[in-house]
């Protein structure tokens, strides 16, 4: 499978997140961060995009983003483009709402690892059956045999932050 890179002008792979990125219950401002990719590949139908946070306190981790359908052009999302609405479908995170919903690890807990994915997919969204009621789980489920390529970016954040 092929790569893509992902950045964002606001963090580093293995950097701190800033706090307006955070959800509001812990000190932020709820925007999600910049996000900028490349490498995708031909035949790519649609572009979707995760944050998941895989050290949350549960057994599956804590999904904060899940938006797909987006153009296959698509190369960037600004600051705060976690909300709103376009030509895309944001399906619902683990806070049950859709949209981008920050992070909030618990007091106490280490810095936890939020993942920002990136993923080229040779279907479009409506194909796939992926709606406003997806959750990161139903995502990762319909689109597992349609994955053209994907690529990480994580970042750090703690509750002191």
Known sequence: MASISVTSDQFEDGGKIPRR???????GENQSPQLAWDGVPTGTQSIAVTCWD??????VGFSHWVRSGMA??????????????????????????????????????????????????????ETLGLDGTATYAKFRFLIREHVLASGTLTGLFAAGD
């Not at 909300?83 to 909030?104: E, F, P, R, S």
């Not at 939020?114 to 279907?123: E, H, I, N, R, S």
């Open 72 to 125: 296959p052009t698509a190369t960037e999302l600004p600051e705060g483009a976690g909300t709103g609405t376009g030509d895309w479908v944001d399906g619902i995170t683990d806070w049950g709402q859709t949209g981008y919903g920050g992070m909030a690890p618990p007091e106490g807990d280490p810095a936890h690892h939020y993942q920002f994915t990136v993923y080229a997919l040779d279907a479009r969204a």
């Open 54 to 59: 895989p050290d949350a306190p549960t057994t």
């Open 21 to 27: 990125a955070a959800h509001s219950m812990a000190g």
